[in-house]
């Protein structure tokens, strides 16, 4: 186990809706990334915070936005929900940028929309 | 914008064969990482590679970086049941604002006892 941490584990949407999910990170860890993993494809970069700030962006729309709390847990806020928008959606915690250092990755949720 | 591919796409072996996966950048990279993600899983980190040219081993996998940065490669010699899983190589440029880590495309490997 990696000790990250995500909330919840499945979720049903409808298109239209807006759905937050939740990543904690591992203990000393300041910089969590998300992406976005479709059915049998790799994981695609949606954005990373580092100490608080957004620092790095794939290429996702603004309809997806996110959060860092002093404590480095963080956020994913989807609004107006697509069918596309179905996959598993990961995150994944490190000491410093993703890239520079050793990623954790949480279980991810899984998130259906209908 | 940038790419990363992987080749092959699926790979089936019988158990005691070797394998190899390869990924190809569209550009040069700072470092790459590999990852190893099992059915129904999450990714799990296997390495960094940083200097051009590089090569890492970790006990019957073995990691090249290539020496312009564009390309990587991992090999399995005499493959398990336990290696049996999707490998993602992930490229990383330092570009400020725009810093990511690109994944590539995966090669699914299954392991026939």
């Known amino acids: 186990e990696t000790g990250v941490t995500q909330s919840p584990t499945h979720l049903i949407k409808t298109r239209g809706q807006q759905v937050t999910l939740r990543c904690s990170s591992q203990?000393?860890?300041?910089?969590v990334s998300w992406y976005q993993q479709a059915l049998g494809q790799g994981p695609q970069f949606i954005f990373q915070?580092?100490?608080?700030?957004?620092?790095g962006r794939g290429n996702f729309p603004p309809r997806f936005s996110g959060l860092q709390f002093p404590n480095y847990s963080s956020e994913l806020n989807v609004n107006a929900l697509e069918l596309d928008d179905s996959a598993l959606y990961l995150c994944?915690?490190?000491?410093?940028?993703?890239?520079?250092?050793?990623?954790?990755f949480g279980p991810g949720t899984r998130l259906l929309v209908l | 914008g940038q790419q990363v591919m992987q080749i092959p796409q699926y790979q089936h072996v019988q158990e005691g064969e070797d394998f190899t996966t390869y990924c190809n950048s569209s550009?040069?990279?700072?470092?790459i990482q590999w990852y190893k993600q099992r059915p129904g899983g999450h990714p799990v980190f296997l390495i960094q590679?940083?200097?051009?040219?590089e090569v890492k081993k970790q006990k019957r996998l073995t990691f090249q970086f290539g020496e312009a940065k564009k390309n990587s490669s991992l090999h399995i010699t005499a493959t398990q049941t336990t290696d049996v899983g999707t490998y993602f190589c992930?490229?990383?440029?330092?570009?400020?604002?725009?810093?990511?880590?690109?994944f590539g495309t995966g090669t699914l490997l299954a392991v026939q006892p």
């Open positions: 992930a490229g990383f440029n330092y570009g400020g604002a725009t810093n990511k880590l690109i």
């Open positions: 915070y580092y100490r608080e700030e957004e620092n």
């Open positions: 994944a915690s490190s000491r410093a940028l993703a890239g520079e250092e050793t990623q954790y």
């Open positions: 203990s000393g860890h300041n910089t």
């Open positions: 590679l940083v200097k051009s040219g």
């Open positions: 550009t040069t990279l700072s470092n």
